[in-house]
């Protein structure tokens, strides 16, 4: 079983364009979190959750919103999509905040 | 704040070559030390880890000492091979994070050639 799982895991689309990713996590964990990996790998820590409520906001255009519906799931909206936003875009989750993280296999996301 | 600094890549070697990928970092206290691995095309796996000074983390045949008097935890491996090639990432949970969660270096690129 995929301990943490994202779909779509290739997205590609116009700009201008609201679209969504989805995170899912088995292993129990309290926290979850969003990171952007640019093309040269720098890892950029987005937003996290514990257990729903939002921990960290980091400098993110508003754009971008994410949604916790449980403490097992947690989504990315972006809208009004634009060039740089292409990216890949990784899921974690880890029990407390200071805890090693398990990630996502990645969403590759292009914007054209 | 806390902050990891990694050697800049890509670094290129030969199979069975002997590999050290550096790093040293900036933290208060004694943070936990991680090193993760990102294979093409996946997301970062945990490599090895070590939480106090002296703990040597080892898996898969690499090795990673927490060294507090340099504020090092540098990567080795004896004998590397295609497989591992990979960016490597070092990370550390501070000692007295709060809701601070990892901080992680920049990556390093490596790439082994038969």
């Known amino acids: 079983d995929t301990a943490v799982s994202q779909t779509p895991k290739y997205l590609v689309t116009q700009m201008g364009n609201d679209k969504s990713i989805k995170c899912e996590q088995n292993?129990?964990?309290?926290?979850m979190y969003w990171y952007k990996q640019d093309s040269k790998k720098f890892l950029k820590i987005m937003f996290s959750?514990?257990?729903?409520?939002?921990?960290i906001n980091e400098t993110v255009p508003n754009r971008f919103s994410p949604k916790s519906p449980d403490k097992a799931h947690l989504n990315l909206h972006i809208n009004s999509l634009e060039l740089g936003d292409s990216a890949v875009y990784f899921c974690?989750?880890?029990?407390?905040?200071?805890?090693?993280?398990?990630f996502g296999p990645g969403t590759r996301l292009t914007v054209l | 704040g806390d902050s990891v600094t990694q050697m800049e890549g890509p670094v290129t070697l030969s199979e069975e070559a002997f590999l050290t990928i550096n790093c040293t970092y900036t933290?208060?206290?004694?943070?936990?030390l991680f090193w993760y691995v990102q294979y093409p095309g996946e997301g970062l796996q945990l490599l090895l880890k070590?939480?106090?000074?002296?703990d040597k983390g080892s898996n898969k045949g690499f090795e990673a000492t927490y060294r507090k008097e340099t504020t090092s935890f540098h990567l080795e491996k004896g004998s590397v091979q295609v497989s591992d090639s990979a960016v490597y990432f070092c990370?550390?949970?501070?000692?007295?994070?709060?809701?601070?969660?990892?901080?992680f270096g920049k990556g390093t690129r490596l790439s082994v050639i038969a």
């Open positions: 990370a550390l949970s501070a000692a007295n994070s709060g809701n601070t969660p990892l901080v």
């Open positions: 933290a208060t206290g004694y943070p936990s």
């Open positions: 070590a939480t106090k000074a002296d």
């Open positions: 974690a989750s880890s029990q407390e905040v200071r805890d090693e993280q398990f």
């Open positions: 292993l129990g964990h309290d926290t």
């Open positions: 959750y514990n257990n729903k409520e939002l921990i």
